[in-house]
């Protein structure tokens, strides 16, 4: 899969768009120092070869067409070296003397790539019917033209080959990459749902991308868990009063009306508590669906708090518990204060029911920069501390066998609130008892 | 009904918080007379009835 699949890789296709690139710039810079070196080189002989032209000339004027061919043959002798200018002088009769040279005709003047070779030639008539030719091979520049173009080739082969290379490194890796999280996500697809992409930690896109799916895996795993474990606690929970309710129906049928009432008035408290844990796991799933976050408005928590106090305290005084305020920071959080409310009273009568008599339940609001904490504590038995995470969740009970009222679903739907509005609920150890934490982050709303 | 106007409650709590503090209510207001003024209306809630 890895090697078949190499070529119409993102990355390849990539390498090989910089390789064009790349060649086609080499190719650039190469025909720009061959036309810059040409016409240099170019320049150099025109000048050369006027220099030589005049001089000559100069000589024919002074003293005649027989020094002029002396003066020449005395040139080619001392520069007879492969860079000299090459000389010829045409008589009227087309006769060519000096170097093998071509007749040339009128218009004189300036002649390139006389012969085939890549010459200058300056021809100048001079008097009589006699022409004067001097030139210059630009045989350097032939062979610069010929490295180059041999460096091109070597160059491009190179750059294709490393590019290539490169290439098919660069793409297995990315390829590999995208292969584990491919995997995974394979993985999790047909149900192994604790798999996670493994990072590199270079902090590279694919990591980035990977965490990303990672808490995306996370979050999936979290909410089929719940969706699991609630449908498993609603089987259970609502398995045994459903049978008691059928049962009670039965003894009705069979029983004097007198008796009636009271069978009538069991199954309407058990219908109660069915549609109440019904109506509580709504609630909760609303309040997972964090829909309800658009309605918030800043909710004072001291008034809330000191109301919430104010509601319980004689419940409380009944049941032998005191509820107290102890040192309220003033604060405002954005929220929904009928939700806050629930989740204060689902805390209160949690302590109320386990806490037993004589206890003293506390609430405390502390004011940081960047946070409020909303304690709620007791002096009860409290939680053990292995247990405690998992009371936080639906349909558990400290005590499965007991405590047959209540849904067990306070806890669930206070962390629920919480988590609504960014807080956490924590359970702690208030030495002894048990204590609520509730950490409400003010500052950056990350959520 | 209580629970929303007295104190802006939109939950049921598990408690029976309307009774305690309804009977609280009595014990202040209608212990030492007769006819009582807050009659329990059973299966619905609580009415204010001075004629009794």
Not at chain 1, 175 to 201: D, F, K, Y
């Amino acid at each position: 899969m890895l090697s078949a699949n190499l070529f119409p890789t993102a990355s390849f296709r990539l390498v090989a768009l910089y390789l064009t690139l790349f060649i086609a710039s080499i190719g650039v810079l190469a025909a720009l120092l061959v036309f810059q070196l040409r016409a240099a080189m170019e320049g150099e002989a025109q000048t050369e070869i006027t220099n030589e032209m005049n001089l000559l000339l100069f000589e024919y004027h002074e003293d005649g067409l027989e020094e002029l061919l002396e003066e020449t043959e005395e040139r080619i002798e001392k520069n007879n070296i492969q860079q000299r200018l090459i000389y010829m002088v045409q008589n009227p009769a087309g006769r060519v003397i000096f170097d093998p040279v071509a007749p040339v005709s009128r218009p004189f003047g300036w002649r390139r790539n006389i012969g085939g070779g890549d010459i200058h030639f300056l021809f100048t008539e001079l008097d009589n019917g006699y022409v004067l030719g001097i030139g210059k091979e630009l045989s350097a520049l032939a062979d610069f033209e010929r490295a180059i173009g041999k460096a091109l080739i070597w160059t491009v082969g190179a750059a294709l080959l490393i590019g290539l290379a490169g290439g098919t490194i660069l793409s297995r890796r990315t390829l590999a990459r995208v292969e584990a999280i491919n995997r995974t996500a394979q993985a999790i697809g047909v149900g192994r749902l604790s798999q996670r992409i493994e990072l590199q930690h270079t902090g590279d896109e694919f990591d980035d991308l990977s965490q990303t799916l990672n808490r995306m895996f996370d979050r999936i795993e979290h909410l089929v868990a719940n969706v699991r474990q609630v449908s498993t606690g609603i089987a259970h929970d609502l398995r045994t009063p459903l049978a008691r309710l059928r049962h009670r129906l039965e003894n009705l049928r069979d029983q004097q009306p007198l008796d009636a009432q009271d069978a009538i008035n069991g199954s309407l408290a058990e219908l109660d508590r069915i549609l109440e844990t019904f109506a509580a796991l709504l609630r909760l799933s609303e309040l997972e669906a964090g829909t309800l976050r658009s309605g918030f408005q800043a909710v004072d928590m001291v008034a809330l708090v000191q109301q919430m106090v104010e509601a319980y305290q004689p419940l409380g005084e009944d049941l032998g518990t005191r509820f107290q305020t102890g040192h309220l920071d003033a604060a405002t959080i954005p929220g929904d204060s009928h939700l806050l409310q629930q989740l204060i009273a689902n805390l209160f009568e949690n302590a109320l029911q386990h806490a037993g008599r004589d206890r003293i339940v506390e609430v405390i609001i502390r004011r940081d920069p960047d946070r409020v904490l909303l304690l709620i504590a007791d002096n009860g038995p409290g939680i053990p501390e292995r247990e405690r995470a998992r009371m936080l969740k639906p349909f558990q009970r400290l005590d499965p066998s007991q405590s047959p009222d209540g849904s067990g679903l306070g806890l669930a739907l206070a962390a629920a609130i919480a988590q609504l509005h960014g807080a956490e609920l924590r359970l702690s150890d208030n030495h002894p008892g048990l204590r609520c934490e509730l950490d409400f982050t003010t500052q950056s709303d990350s959520r | 009904m209580l629970l929303e106007g007295v104190w802006d409650f939109h939950f049921d709590p598990k408690t029976n918080m309307v009774d305690t503090h309804i009977s609280r209510l009595r014990a202040k207001v209608d212990r030492e007379f007769s006819p009582q003024l807050i009659q329990t209306v059973r299966g619905s809630g609580y009415v204010i009835d001075a004629l009794g």
